[in-house]
Nanobody, 129 residues
Framework: QVQLVESGGGSVQAGGSLTLSCAAS????????MGWFRQAPGKEREGVAV???????VYADSVKGRFATSKDNAKKTLYLQMNGLKPEDTYTYFC???????????????????????RGRGTQVTVSS
């Protein structure tokens, strides 16, 4: 079963940048879909970005134009480049994976990445004004 470990979180000022990484291990094949969601106490969990094994990406409207996700298949690592950070981007960010394509798995989407069973433990991002 795939294990996911996030890194790269931290504290930045508004307008700054951070790059999150998610290292995948324990899975021999290609992972169909990987993505990011974020969660904070008192806030609704939000799907941020997904990328499938064809490189097709989808972003939440709240981060479109500021965040970009990519992956290095050789390193089995997913990235989230976050630019123009705002205080409202303060969340714990989680990496998640859907290992198999439909019909075995579910389609690669922001909604489905929120429900993915395979997820990391999260990394905190704090943006100060």
């Amino acid at each position: 079963q795939v294990q996911l470990v996030e890194s790269g979180g931290g504290s930045v000022q508004a307008g700054g940048s951070l790059t999150l990484s998610c290292a995948a291990s324990g899975y021999a094949g290609s992972i169909y879909c990987m993505g990011w969601f974020r969660q904070a106490p008192g806030k609704e969990r939000e799907g941020v970005a997904v990328i499938d094994d064809d490189g097709y990406t989808v972003y939440a409207d709240s981060v479109k134009g500021r965040f970009a996700t990519s992956k290095d298949n050789a390193k089995k690592t997913l990235y989230l480049q976050m630019n123009g950070l705002k205080p409202e981007d303060t969340y714990t960010y989680f990496c998640a994976a859907i290992t198999s394509r439909p019909p075995i798995g579910v389609p690669c989407s922001l909604a489905n990445i929120l429900r993915a069973v395979r997820r990391g433990r999260g990394t905190q991002v704090t943006v100060s004004s």
